[in-house]
């Protein structure tokens, strides 16, 4: 049997752009209607285009309930907040699905043509994406907890509520990724959430505290010494995180915000400690000499305090 002789580039193109003028007649050339019962049983709604969202109308003195035209505007925005939120996460997974399958082999000659031609990246920047959807998917679902019975089947959704994670903070958690999986990762998401009463936690706020847990190569640490030492962690990043939010406006407020300053310094304390003795292990002189230097720093604080 004679075996069937590649497509070039220019014929890939041409069957792309005619399959996609099928799909768009099929579907009478604009968006697809919302059927009531699709929307009743939770199953996934069309993409908004921008041309589908209404005109924005100035109503600075409007209260009260909406009008039935206000309630469908604020409907379709409130559609387009999640489409937002769940764009990434939803295409990286579509990515790692025609990946794993080589599903790309009928349009795109390599994986590396279709990434760069579908995603516009580059294709290690690709599979970062595609890890942190695995992520992503996991928070967007409670996770399932078995019951105490011989019956593996028997589960119940756990009391977590689903979450939402940026692309940014997803990348963020590469660290525990790598060195406790998928679920580690999304775990220390939902610890630094709970311990911080945040329904979203940014990638800033995210890269502060991974950098401060160990390595497993260093410091191996099951799953509820991961969550006790991710909570703390959280903690005291929030308690910076405030402290660095106050805007004083008199003498005493001033002097708070110092303060502010002062205990969330102390919160990190034990980072620090950890800090020297790593670094005494590596070079004792010089971790010696920064820590006196740090509390020649601290006794000119307390010198300049003479009322206390």
């Given at each position: 049997?004679?075996?069937?002789?590649?497509?070039?580039?220019?014929?890939?193109?041409?069957?792309?752009?005619?399959?996609?003028r099928r799909e768009q007649e099929a579907a009478g050339g604009g968006a697809v209607a919302l059927r009531e019962e699709d929307v009743a049983q939770g199953r996934p709604q069309p993409m908004l285009r921008w041309d589908e969202l209404p005109a924005a109308v100035d109503a600075p003195d409007a209260q009260g309930p909406l009008t039935a035209e206000e309630a469908e505007a604020w409907e379709l925005c409130r559609r387009s907040f999640t489409q937002y939120k769940d764009a990434w996460f939803v295409a990286a997974t579509a990515l790692d699905i025609s990946l794993r399958g080589r599903l790309w082999r009928m349009d795109y000659e390599t994986a590396e043509a279709f990434i760069r031609d579908v995603a516009d990246?580059?294709?290690?920047?690709?599979?970062?994406?595609?890890?942190?959807?695995?992520?992503?998917?996991?928070?967007?679902?409670?996770?399932?907890?078995?019951?105490?019975?011989?019956?593996?089947?028997?589960?119940?959704?756990?009391?977590?509520?689903?979450?939402?994670?940026?692309?940014?903070?997803?990348?963020?958690?590469?660290?525990?990724?790598?060195?406790?999986?998928?679920?580690?990762?999304?775990?220390?998401?939902?610890?630094?959430?709970?311990?911080?009463?945040?329904?979203?936690?940014?990638?800033?706020t995210l890269t502060a505290i991974v950098r401060q847990v160990p390595r497993r190569a260093a410091e191996e640490l099951d799953a509820e010494q991961r969550r006790e030492r991710i909570r703390e962690l959280a903690v005291r990043q929030a308690a910076e995180e405030a402290a660095a939010k106050v805007k004083p406006t008199g003498p005493v407020a001033v002097f708070a915000a110092y303060v502010a300053q002062a205990e969330a310094f102390t919160a990190t304390t034990a980072g620090m400690a950890d800090a020297y003795a790593a670094a005494a292990?590596?070079?004792?002189?010089?971790?010696?000499?920064?820590?006196?230097?740090?509390?020649?720093?601290?006794?000119?604080?307390?010198d300049n305090l003479p009322d206390v």
């Open positions: 049997m004679s075996k069937t002789k590649p497509l070039t580039p220019e014929e890939l193109r041409a069957l792309r752009a005619e399959r996609r990246m580059s294709t290690s920047n690709a599979y970062r994406q595609i890890a942190g959807a695995r992520i992503a998917a996991l928070l967007a679902e409670p996770p399932r907890l078995e019951l105490e019975s011989n019956d593996l089947s028997r589960v119940r959704d756990s009391d977590a509520r689903p979450l939402v994670i940026s692309q940014r903070a997803a990348e963020s958690l590469s660290r525990i990724r790598e060195d406790y999986g998928t679920e580690g990762a999304a775990d220390a998401y939902r610890t630094v959430a709970e311990a911080t009463g945040r329904d979203t936690v940014s990638g800033k292990l590596e070079d004792p002189a010089e971790a010696k000499r920064l820590a006196v230097r740090l509390r020649d720093h601290l006794t000119v604080l307390v």
